[in-house]
């Protein structure tokens, strides 16, 4: 499992820089932002396809595509960060609302996820 986990936090890690590279730098944490969301909602999709396609192997594509690829490319401690740093510098409602989004939407995202690749997976089961 370790090998499993530490290739997929490769991967997704690479994924990250790559984004964080060449996104605009701007005030609000803009890439840290969405690579946290959409990290979450891939992480419900990954749940809900191996959930149901490959009981036997699931613990096995949770560790590479959960907690490896979508570990290493989401970064909530760098959202938490970001957000004390605004905070610090006096941005105290940006934030706040920086981190109540991030997770807020973050849910979403997970819910959207799992909705979404569930019905699309109960609809191929059923044609």
Do not use: W
Not at 18 to 37: L, R, V
Not at 54 to 80: D, K, L
Not at 111 to 116: K, R, W
């Amino acid at each position: 499992m370790f090998a499993l986990v530490a290739s997929g936090g490769i991967i997704g890690t690479a994924a990250r820089i790559a984004i964080e590279d060449s996104m605009h730098k701007g005030q609000f944490p803009t890439a840290t932002f969405m690579i946290n969301i959409f990290g979450a909602f891939i992480l419900g999709v990954v749940v809900t396809i191996s959930g149901r396609y490959e009981p036997s192997r699931e613990p096995m594509i949770r560790a590479f595509a959960g907690t490896g690829i979508c570990g290493g490319f989401t970064t909530f401690s760098t959202a938490c960060l970001e957000s004390f740093n605004l905070i610090r510098t006096g941005d105290v409602l940006l934030g706040i609302g920086y981190i109540l989004m991030t997770i807020t939407i973050g849910l979403a995202a997970v819910y959207a996820g799992t909705v979404l690749v569930g019905s699309l997976l109960s609809k191929r089961e059923a044609d």
